[in-house]
């Protein structure tokens, strides 16, 4: 017995030891671009279901038993996945080189999010621009990003130099601008502060339209654009360098004559980031020189201000198992200078200088308390001053005076003080919560703010997420609101609904209320120069809203050649108590901000992408409705006009790279409707009459070329606006707003040209 019993031991000991013999080793090293090696890729071996993680230093290794033809796969976060078949006889050294994914239809988001979120989980419908779109436009600000996207205008202030959005028929004051979820301070109603983001610190943007007041309060009722900024990666340091330089039409010039400017645009960044283990560094400093652009203008004026500008950043981060803090301060110096002409008889010119000095503090961090309890928490300080500097140039002794005249010296100060900390609990697996508290403090003061105000907000809010089974998720949410000048409702409410319909189609349906205290700016601040008439109100009502949106996707089946997703979107928002412009009664000269009883917008946008090999290409078309708030329902009858008029948009973005070069070509178009009007006049009798008004259409188009070189340089070149639009024709008669004029509207200086070179040198750990 004892002996049957060790042949069998020493057979099944033997066959065990075949099997560890006939074992089959793969290896090798995962990298990315410039021979960086990629932590925590996942390589796979298709058939036989087994996988491994790279190590730091890129190593991956796997052990087999079988024999054969396989295919092994291999993929990381942000890389495209590369697949390979091999033919496994032996032990086998295999390396692989990550390419940067050009798109992935389901990007990761965290705006509004519980925690960061898939777009196909999200039940809010996000619009994501990647860092590899913001790169290929070779943009220099955030409103050459945001161009040619659907539901966005622009219109610019040519005497301040000075740019403000609309999105979805919405003015900019009703969209919630964020950096890294900290809201930007404008000083005036324009959204000025997207000319002022250093755009080499962008990962990515992430658009949510429609009104978000639960989850970010006021100044959210058309949507949030959140600038979410570069994240130092794991266990490497990395420098950063760039230099582009641009014409601004025709005109270029890179040396500087005295007490003049540079022609053309001229921008250069320097950065890096370093992680070691728990703590991480990051730095930049940018430099942007817009020499201005003549235009129509004469002698020493400029259509286009010359503008200046100097952007930094310093972050210092922790990391630990259980969370995170991190430190981070955005700087801005900017100068924008009107040149005025020289006056022949005392041959003396008049220049003005608007100074922009911005300090944004913020810290941040996140706590896992437990498994099914979390905490993040935000701190902010934002001081902002704008300085108006005016004087006299006598070019007769070369020498410079400060000029005296009223209101031409002066400085307004703005700061907001802001705190937010929000939870999130699971309560069970279908129900999870997110209780938070939020205190705002806004003040101003200066020569042209009416005293010393200051607004005090605070919040108390709670929303959750049920999911009634995999297929539909609810949720609602709740923000109560106390404002120390205004009477909040007592209760602000949101409802988001995603429903899967099947493995390719979503539906999304949501309701918001609106909520929107006058800003300080809106009450308080009164600007009068030689180009502007405007006065502050301080008896305001606050803006009040309801907002319906529904939006249905189609993503193409996994596994298909081309990768593909439709979204189709439909909008209606109701606006009570809306700011605008309106004339002063008591002086018709002066433009003073008054409330509009109803605004109504009305809408719908399909948005198609698609991602095939090397090419990818976004397609899209929207079609807006604004409500004409200048006649009553009663006046509507008797003039029997439309209620609503509408306008179209088209665009498309293409991308493709040529897989032998890695050459990049991108195209970017977008076609915007002309922008119908009511013109409310009273005949010679008195009587009410409407005229039609309207800002012609136009198309806009840029063409770019990058070519990655060794060493990690990478070139790039274009043509922007190669349509050459300038001015848009404009059929009014008189300025509808305090920053209006008639006739035609200045929209662009003409076609440019651009090269630039970028530099990234990476640690190969």
């Given at each position: 017995m004892k002996y049957r019993i060790g042949l069998g031991v020493l057979f099944w000991l033997g066959i065990g030891l075949n099997a560890i013999a006939q074992q089959i080793e793969i290896k090798g090293k995962v990298t990315a671009l410039g021979g960086t090696p990629v932590e925590g890729a996942s390589v796979v071996l298709v058939a036989q279901k087994k996988g491994a993680l790279t190590n730091k230093q890129g190593i991956y290794q796997l052990k087999v038993a079988k024999s054969g033809s396989?295919?092994?796969?291999?993929?990381?976060?942000?890389?495209?996945?590369?697949?390979?078949?091999?033919?496994?006889?032996?032990?086998?050294?295999?390396?692989?080189?990550?390419?940067?994914?050009?798109?992935?239809?389901?990007?990761?988001?965290?705006?509004?999010?519980?925690?960061?979120?898939?777009?196909?989980?999200?039940?809010?419908?996000?619009?994501?621009?990647?860092?590899?779109?913001?790169?290929?436009?070779?943009?220099?600000?955030l409103l050459g990003i945001l161009n040619n996207e659907l539901g966005f205008r622009f219109s610019n202030d040519m005497a301040l130099g000075t740019t403000d959005i609309q999105l979805m028929g919405m003015a900019g004051r009703n969209v919630k601008i964020l950096l890294d979820g900290v809201p930007m301070l404008d000083r005036g109603d324009t959204r000025e502060s997207l000319n002022q983001i250093d755009i080499n610190t962008i990962e990515r943007i992430e658009i949510v339209e429609g009104p978000m007041s639960v989850n970010y309060g006021t100044d959210a009722l058309a949507g949030v654009?959140?600038?979410i900024t570069k994240k130092p990666s794991h266990n490497q340091w990395s420098l950063f360098a760039k230099a582009q330089e641009?014409?601004?039409?025709?005109?270029?010039?890179?040396?500087k004559k005295q007490d003049a400017v540079r022609q053309g645009a001229h921008n250069q960044s320097i950065g890096g980031m370093w992680q070691n283990g728990t703590l991480n560094v990051s730095a930049g400093l940018s430099s942007n020189n817009f020499g201005g652009w003549q235009g129509n203008s004469t002698g020493r004026s400029k259509e286009w201000l010359p503008k200046e500008q100097v952007l930094?950043?310093?972050?210092?981060?922790?990391?630990?198992?259980?969370?995170?803090?991190?430190?981070?301060?955005?700087?801005?110096?900017?100068t924008i200078t009107s040149f005025g002409n020289v006056n022949i008889n005392t041959q003396q010119a008049r220049d003005q200088k608007f100074i922009t000095d911005r300090m944004m503090h913020q810290l941040q961090g996140e706590l896992r308390i437990s498994e099914r309890l979390s905490m993040n928490a935000l701190a902010a300080y934002t001081d902002y001053q704008r300085k108006t500097q005016t004087s006299i140039l006598d070019l007769n002794t070369g020498k410079r005076t400060l000029s005296l005249g009223q209101g031409e010296q002066d400085v307004a100060r703005f700061d907001n003080k802001m705190v937010r900390t929000t939870f999130q609990y699971r309560w069970t697996k279908a129900i999870s919560l997110q209780p938070g508290f939020e205190v705002n403090i806004d003040n101003a003061s200066g020569a042209r703010i009416a005293g010393s105000p200051k607004i005090n907000d605070y919040a108390f809010f709670v929303s959750s997420v049920i999911s009634l089974d995999s297929s539909i998720q609810i949720r609602p949410g709740?923000?109560?609101?106390?404002?120390?000048?205004?009477?909040?409702?007592?209760?602000?409410?949101?409802?988001?609904?995603?429903?899967?319909?099947?493995?390719?189609?979503?539906?999304?349906?949501?309701?918001?209320?609106?909520?929107?205290?006058?800003?300080?700016?809106?009450?308080?601040?009164?600007?009068?120069?030689?180009?502007?008439s405007i006065k502050g109100n301080p008896d305001l009502k606050a803006e009040e809203s309801d907002s319906f949106n529904g939006s249905i996707t189609y993503f193409s089946p996994k596994h298909t050649t081309v990768n593909w997703k439709s979204v189709l979107t439909g909008f209606y928002n109701d606006f009570r108590n809306l700011i605008s412009y309106g004339t002063d009664?008591?002086?018709?000269?002066?433009?003073?901000?008054?409330?509009?009883?109803?605004?109504?917008?009305?809408?719908?946008?399909?948005?198609?992408?698609?991602?095939?090999?090397?090419?990818?290409?976004?397609?899209?078309?929207?079609?807006i409705g604004r409500y004409n708030q200048l006649l009553s329902d009663e006046e509507y009858k008797t003039l029997t006009m439309p209620k609503?008029?509408?306008?179209?948009?088209?665009?498309?973005?293409?991308?493709?790279?040529?897989?032998?070069?890695?050459?990049?070509?991108?195209?970017?178009?977008?076609?915007?409707?002309?922008?119908?009007?009511?013109q409310a006049e009273t005949d010679s009798n008195g009587a009410l009459k409407a005229s039609l008004t309207e800002v012609a259409a136009y198309h806009w188009a840029d063409f770019t070329l990058t070519q990655k070189l060794p060493a990690g340089l990478q070139a790039s070149a274009g043509i922007k606006?190669?349509?050459?639009?300038?001015?848009?024709?404009?059929?009014?008669?008189?300025?509808?707003?305090?920053?209006?004029?008639?006739?035609?509207?200045?929209?662009?200086?003409?076609?440019?040209?651009?090269?630039?070179?970028?530099?990234?040198?990476t640690s190969k750990n």
């Open positions: 396989e295919i092994i796969k291999v993929s990381y976060v942000g890389f495209g996945t590369v697949e390979k078949k091999i033919s496994l006889q032996g032990n086998t050294n295999l390396d692989f080189k990550l390419e940067p994914a050009i798109q992935t239809l389901n990007e990761v988001v965290v705006t509004g999010q519980y925690e960061p979120q898939s777009i196909k989980n999200s039940v809010f419908q996000v619009r994501v621009i990647d860092r590899a779109r913001i790169e290929q436009r070779a943009a220099t600000n654009i959140n600038i641009e014409t601004v039409s025709n005109e270029y010039k890179l040396s930094g950043h310093v972050k210092l981060g922790l990391t630990k198992t259980k969370g995170s803090i991190y430190y981070r301060n955005d700087f801005l110096h900017e709740l923000r109560f609101i106390q404002n120390s000048v205004y009477d909040a409702p007592p209760v602000i409410p949101s409802i988001n609904t995603k429903m899967k319909l099947n493995t390719n189609w979503d539906l999304r349906l949501a309701y918001a209320r609106g909520f929107r205290s006058p800003a300080l700016r809106e009450l308080y601040f009164n600007f009068f120069d030689a180009s502007h009664p008591s002086d018709p000269s002066v433009s003073r901000t008054i409330n509009i009883d109803r605004f109504k917008t009305l809408g719908t946008t399909l948005e198609n992408t698609a991602v095939w090999q090397n090419l990818r290409a976004t397609v899209g078309f929207s079609y609503f008029l509408w306008s179209p948009e088209v665009n498309a973005n293409i991308m493709y790279t040529l897989p032998q070069s890695k050459t990049t070509l991108g195209l970017f178009y977008k076609y915007t409707g002309k922008r119908p009007a009511y606006n190669l349509l050459n639009v300038t001015r848009l024709n404009n059929s009014g008669t008189a300025g509808t707003a305090g920053h209006s004029t008639s006739g035609p509207l200045p929209m662009s200086y003409g076609r440019s040209y651009f090269v630039g070179l970028t530099y990234n040198l």
